[in-house]
């Protein structure tokens, strides 16, 4: 069983183009992320939510826009897209409060932006 | 800015033989050190982890020693098998806050 999943696994889009890239857990935990891995192949946090409520926002463009229907789910929404945004993102999950937690990994979603 | 530093990139060990891992950290107030594991095309996965009131944690073949003077921690695979090869990122955090990563060293294990 996939702990956590994420639609598509291989974008590719013209710039301009708005796009979803949907993420979904199954481990029953409360805060959720997306994470960005770029061509450097730094690993850098985008956004994460508990509980539906965006607790941090680091400094990417409002062009990001993450969503959360429920507590299973974490959608990352990007409007016109451009050459830049190219990279890996990976959706996370972790139950915050319970001691060490650990974070929970989707296989990524590979965008190309043309 | 980054916080946490992977300074080598790629690492080649012969099997049975140890990896060593290296991870450098600027930021004082990490309390919580974390290694992931990543193969290709998957995300990356939780390994090992230490608090900084250790110095040291062991898990089976793994074991991760934190140098907080230098703040500098390392992460010991022994014996290496093959099955060990992969992309391997140190990460920091303080309190509940956001993971930093390191930017990885790829592990070959060679048979």
């Known amino acids: 069983d996939t702990a956590v999943s994420q639609t598509p696994k291989y974008l590719v889009t013209q710039m301009g183009n708005d796009k979803s890239i949907k993420c979904e857990q199954n481990l029953g935990h409360d805060t959720m992320y997306w994470y960005k891995q770029d061509s450097k192949k730094f690993l850098k946090i985008m956004f994460s939510y508990n509980n539906k409520e965006l607790i941090i926002n680091e400094t990417v463009p409002n062009r990001f826009s993450p969503k959360s229907p429920d507590k299973a789910h974490l959608n990352l929404h990007i409007n016109s897209l451009e050459l830049g945004d190219s990279a890996v993102y990976f959706c996370?999950?972790?139950?915050?409060?319970?001691?060490?937690?650990?974070?929970?990994f989707g296989p990524g979603t590979r965008l190309l932006v043309l | 800015d980054q916080q946490v530093k992977q300074n080598s990139p790629s690492l080649s060990v012969q099997e049975g033989r140890i990896s060593i891992l290296n991870c450098d950290y600027t930021?004082?107030?990490?309390?919580?050190f974390l290694w992931y594991k990543k193969y290709p095309a998957e995300g990356p996965t939780f390994l090992i982890s230490i608090s900084s009131i250790k110095d040291k944690n062991e898990d089976g073949r793994f074991t991760v020693f934190l140098n907080k003077s230098a703040k500098h921690l390392s992460l010991h695979i022994v014996p290496s098998q093959p099955g060990d090869s992969a992309v391997y990122f140190c990460?920091?955090?303080?309190?509940?806050?956001?993971?930093?990563f390191g930017t990885g060293t790829r592990l070959t294990v060679i048979p």
């Open positions: 990460a920091a955090r303080t309190g509940a806050n956001n993971l930093f």
């Open positions: 996370a999950s972790s139950q915050v409060g319970q001691g060490r937690e650990t974070q929970y």
């Open positions: 930021n004082s107030m990490f309390d919580y």
